[in-house]
């Protein structure tokens, strides 16, 4: 028995019966719902409800990550664009059409984080156009936050159906 037959045996490959694939997606959406355009939720509602130097410095990330998000679209966007495209196809076609359970787990964590880049590229924009302050920033912030949360939930219920499916379908010793 060679090293990587033992370490197959004892680490299941099978993304969608694996421990670890669930708490990765878990931490993915966790985290994306948590950091709305890089700034954290809990500092977001300190500002609006302590205000002074915690709106100081929600309103200091917020410009910051902003004009991050927006140099990086502007100088890079083209190129995160079509990478971001080629890695999604290539996932899609390798996991659904050549049936590679580790390629679709990857595109069900793949694609909707690229909607949520999508949406954050779009929010900052807004943002930056707007110059929103005070309230009209906290709104789109929350507004923001729920949608991130919605694609989340949709992923997640998708995925684990998907995973279900596949679990069911492929049984418990791979065959």
């Known amino acids: 028995m060679d090293v990587y037959q033992t370490i197959f045996e004892v680490i299941d490959m099978r993304s969608f019966s694996n421990l670890w694939y669930w708490i990765a997606l878990a931490v993915v959406w966790s985290t994306a719902s948590h950091f709305v355009l890089g700034v954290p939720f ?23 990550n902003v004009n991050r998000i927006l140099n990086i679209g502007q100088v890079a966007g083209l190129w995160i664009t ?17 049936r590679a359970e580790f390629a679709q787990a990857l595109f069900l964590l793949a694609f909707p984080m690229s909607l949520v880049g ?52 492929v049984g418990p010793f791979g065959y």
């Open 42 to 64: 809990d500092l977001i509602l300190r500002a609006k409800r302590n205000g002074g130097q915690d709106e100081v410095d929600m309103h200091d990330l917020v410009r910051i």
């Open 82 to 98: 079509g990478l971001g495209c080629l890695v999604l196809t290539m996932l899609a076609l390798l996991g659904f059409v050549y």
């Open 118 to 169: 999508i949406l954050s590229s779009r929010a900052a924009a807004s943002i930056q156009a707007s110059g929103a302050e005070g309230d009209d920033l906290y709104r789109r912030l929350r507004r923001h936050r729920l949608y991130t949360q919605a694609i989340g939930m949709i992923s997640i219920l998708v995925t684990a159906m998907w995973g279900m499916y596949k679990n069911i379908a």
